[in-house]
């Protein structure tokens, strides 16, 4: 499978962004599919995750997002969105989509649980 992550870029703070992750290879509507985001000098951070459609055990979110980011799915376009809004300067970081073959039970947010990684797209959020 190859994911295209896109729609990154330079906000002020408080701003918002809508990143998306296309496939090909893939639909996604069947898998668990995961954002994770890297900062400079630190390590990379888990941020959200989404079941597969019809799982219903939904969206699980990591705190420092919650009330702020909603990922969801368009299954006719086979992408997955990050709705990014209230945008901290701590958000800035390098920002990836995953793809996970398997359902892993519980919360599913760890780098290894996952097996399709696409490029990141850069977030800038300036105080």
């Known amino acids: 499978v190859q994911l295209q992550a896109f729609g990154g870029g330079s906000v002020q703070a408080g701003g918002s962004l809508r990143l998306s992750c296309a496939a090909s290879?893939?639909?996604?509507?069947?898998?668990?599919v995961a954002w994770f985001r890297q900062a400079p000098g630190k390590e990379r951070e888990f941020v959200a995750r989404?079941?597969?459609?019809?799982?219903?055990?939904?969206?699980y979110y990591v705190d420092s997002v919650k009330g702020r980011f909603t990922i969801s799915r368009d299954n006719a376009k086979n992408t997955v969105y990050l709705q990014m809004n209230s945008l901290k300067f701590e958000d800035t970081a390098v920002y990836s989509c995953?793809?996970?073959?398997?359902?892993?039970?519980?919360?599913?947010?760890?780098?290894?649980?996952?097996?399709?990684w696409g490029q990141g797209t850069q977030v800038t959020v300036s105080s």
């Open positions: 995953a793809v996970a073959e398997r359902h892993v039970a519980g919360l599913q947010s760890r780098a290894s649980e996952y097996d399709y």
């Open positions: 989404i079941r597969r459609s019809g799982s219903g055990s939904g969206t």
């Open positions: 290879g893939r639909t996604l509507s069947r898998y668990t």
